[in-house]
């Protein structure tokens, strides 16, 4: 057998049988880490304590906004890295978080009662089309949007605050994110409006 018959046996061996045997997903990166493909529930972890959690509200002077959390949601890497400089492709790709948020505003302080996530604004908000959620180094972005809700039992900002506060909120972009501690951008400063 000759030198170029063995590595056209070597080569099909490595690339054909296994693409014959299970099909193209042999080829298939796992572990990829793109918002499409993996999915997962809102979960915080404080200590020791693991909670799910199960909606968000945010809540103004004129009512609450919410937002239904349970089920699982587009999740991904909070840092990548950015690809934004690439000539050509980088304004296709997108820029990392850090750099989306990098002249975020900070909005407001988010607590933990029962089992959701409430957002008390310092100022009036923005208006904002998208809500993300980072905790650790993940970012969730839940695919419904807030709207508008009425509660059965009406929360008073006291209430609210003597609830567990787990983070912050900032704007930018039209994007609403809530950090919750322990997180990537713990050490971030954001501006105050």
Known sequence: MDRRSFTKSILFGTVAI???ITGPAA???KNRDDFERQTARVILTLLTLTIVVTSFLIFTKRGYMGMDLTGE???GPAEKLDSSKIP???KLLSQSISKQFANANLIGTLYLIGSTLVLLPLLVLATFST???THRNQVIKPEKRLRKIKLKTELTEAQIKAGRSVGRAVLANG???AI???S???TVEFKSK
């Open 18 to 20: 296994p693409t014959l």
């Open 27 to 29: 080829f298939a990166n």
């Open 73 to 75: 949601h587009p999740v």
């Open 88 to 90: 050509l492709l980088g």
């Open 131 to 133: 809500l993300w959620l």
């Open 175 to 177: 994007i609403l994110l």
């Open 180 to 182: 919750m501690t322990p």
């Open 184 to 186: 990537i951008f713990d």
